[in-house]
């Protein structure tokens, strides 16, 4: 029986794990991975203390600081169930099921797919949700990236120093991201910029090979090698079966990072705080950590 379980281990989960360590709270953190979202960034200028950090680099920073503690962590596993009864929580995952007086779920979000024909089929075979993790296997190709946001202009930027030649194709009527990031995407002339257009298809043979748009009420056909799909995220929240999320399936809390289920906690980018931003993530962790702290310290059990 834990005092703790955190779910996940992004920025909001590690920083939990952190803050709850350091109050000697018997804790468990279950993850898929290590780092979530962050780890997929490429350059970070925006978190305070570094003028410049890699995605990769923050990360195995936040992983060494909770690695400092002694937290049990299972990683590769999937909660599928989170469930109260008796004063008790039960973590039901893939692998096992474990039991907590309070939980922390920072979850994260997960890549939207793009939902158009051929985007199944050539997964993973020229089409991929990460320019960090796939964005040097196009080395002096043609790509085109799907979406116009932070995420978006980041993905671009990636390939502006790998690629020969990169697509911004924006369903909106201008590019959304940081004003800096703009800049840079739209000062590179190896990146055509193609806004209010809609990718419809993805074409190919073994591997893909091209992509069709529609803009203007026109069809055309680019001849790209790589497409790198980046039109928003989704909360990884479906475990949450009776906490209250909003219409987009963001876990709701309060200012103390409360659900409405007593000693169950959200924080990051699962819930339904309006910036989804690392140092964000971070700072909802540590509140929710303490909050958990204070729960347990107003319960018997």
């Not at 490429?42 to 920073?61: C, H, M, P, R």
């Not at 089409?127 to 080395?139: I, R």
């Not at 991201?177 to 298809?201: C, F, H, P, W, Y």
């Not at 529609?214 to 056909?221: A, I, V």
Request: glycine fraction near 10%; proline fraction near 2%; hydrophobic fraction near 40%.
């Amino acid at each position: 029986m834990y005092d703790l379980i955190i779910i996940g281990a992004g920025p909001a989960g590690i920083t939990a794990s952190v803050y709850a360590g350091r109050k000697k709270m018997q804790l468990l953190v279950i993850s898929r991975d290590i780092g979530g979202q962050a780890a997929w960034s490429s350059d970070i200028e925006n978190y305070t203390g570094y003028q410049f950090i890699t995605g990769t680099d923050l990360v195995a920073k936040f992983e060494e600081h909770m690695r400092k503690y002694d937290i049990a962590l299972k990683e590769n596993e999937t909660v599928t169930e989170v469930k109260k009864a008796n004063n008790i929580i039960s973590v039901k995952t893939d692998k096992g099921t474990y039991g907590a007086k309070s939980v922390i779920i920072a979850s994260g979000k997960r890549s939207k797919e793009l939902g158009v024909p051929g985007d199944k089929e050539f997964k993973n075979r020229g089409l991929t949700y990460c320019a960090t993790c796939d964005g040097p296997l196009f080395s002096d190709k043609a790509v085109a990236v799907i979406g116009g946001g932070n995420s978006a202009l980041d993905a671009a930027l990636q390939l502006i120093k790998i690629a020969k030649r990169v697509y911004v194709i924006n369903i909106t009527s201008a590019l959304s991201g940081d004003a800096v990031m703009r800049q840079k995407v739209e000062g590179s002339k190896i990146v055509t910029i193609l806004n209010n257009t809609g990718v419809t298809a993805i074409l190919g043979d073994k591997f893909l090979n091209g992509i069709k748009i529609k803009r203007e009420g026109k069809e055309e056909t680019f001849s790209v090698e790589g497409v790198f799909v980046e039109i928003g995220l989704i909360p990884n929240s479906e475990f949450t079966k009776d906490i209250e999320k909003n219409q987009i399936g963001e876990i709701k809390i309060n200012c103390r990072n409360e659900t409405n289920i007593p000693g169950i906690f959200a924080a990051g980018d699962v819930t339904d705080v309006p910036e989804k931003q690392i140092i964000i993530a971070a700072g909802e962790g540590s509140k929710a950590a303490l909050s958990a702290f204070r729960y347990l310290a107003q319960h018997k059990f």
